[in-house]
C-alpha cells in the first residue's frame, strides 16, 4: 500500500528506470530543478492498480531561473537530455518564464508554480539531493493522490477561468480509461 511521503519516495528508489531519469536530469544541474506531476502520480497510481508496468507519460523536468527566460533555452536543455536518454519523451519548463505562458502572477519558486497546478493528484514533484536521496514536495499534501482522488488544487478552485481550464483537462486527460478506480470531482457549470 501507499499511505505516507516515504511510501512514495521507497517506490521511486525502488524503480532502477525513475532513478535513472532523475539522475540524468540531476546532471543539468538546474536552479530548483523538480521532476513533476505525472512522473509521480502515475507511478502511486500504477501500484494502486496492481500495474506491473509503469504507463510512465512524458518526463516534466522543471526549475526556476529568471536569468534566463527564454524559451530556446528550454528547448536546449530538452535536446541536451534526449541525448543523454533518447527513450523518455522529456519536456523542460523554466517556471520563472511558465506564468506569462499560464497568464498568472508570477511564480516565487518551483514549489509555487507546482502548487498552482490544475489538480492536487499532480502538485508533485521529485528530486535528488547531493547524496542521491529522493525530495518529495507535495504542497497540496499527498492524501488525494494516494486515495485516487482528482480534485482542482486550492489555486484552481477560487476562481471560475480556472475551473474552466481544470474541467476542460480532466475531459481531455480522461485519465479513468487508463487508472478505473480514481473519483474525478468533476462540479457542475
Not at 513533476?36 to 510512465?56: E, Y
Not at 518526463?59 to 524559451?71: A, H, L, S
Not at 520563472?96 to 489538480?119: C, L, Q
Request: hydrophobic letters at 40%; one cysteine or more; aromatic letters at 10%.
Amino acid at each position: 500500500m501507499v499511505k505516507t511521503e516515504q511510501d512514495i519516495i521507497k517506490l521511486i528508489q525502488d524503480d532502477k528506470e525513475m532513478m535513472r531519469i532523475l539522475k540524468i536530469a540531476k546532471k543539468l544541474d538546474l536552479p530548483d530543478w523538480w521532476i513533476c506531476a505525472g512522473f509521480v502520480r502515475s507511478k502511486i497510481w500504477d501500484t494502486l492498480h496492481g500495474f506491473k508496468k509503469t504507463t510512465l507519460p512524458d518526463v516534466d523536468v522543471i526549475f526556476f531561473d529568471k536569468t534566463n527566460i527564454e524559451e530556446l533555452e528550454e528547448k536546449r536543455l530538452e535536446a541536451k537530455l534526449h541525448e543523454m536518454f533518447p527513450e523518455v519523451p522529456w519536456s523542460v519548463k523554466n517556471e520563472a518564464r511558465m506564468h506569462m505562458v499560464n497568464h498568472f502572477t508570477p511564480y516565487t519558486s518551483s514549489e509555487d508554480a507546482i502548487s498552482k497546478f490544475p489538480e492536487t493528484a499532480t502538485a508533485l514533484g521529485v528530486r535528488l539531493n547531493h547524496e542521491d536521496q529522493i525530495i518529495l514536495i507535495a504542497p497540496c499534501g499527498i492524501k488525494d493522490v494516494v486515495d485516487l482522488k482528482v480534485k482542482p488544487t486550492p489555486y484552481f478552485a477560487k476562481n471560475s477561468d480556472r475551473m474552466a481550464i481544470y474541467k476542460e483537462r480532466i475531459k481531455k486527460k480522461n485519465w479513468q480509461s487508463i487508472w478505473h478506480k480514481i473519483n474525478v470531482y468533476t462540479p457542475e457549470g
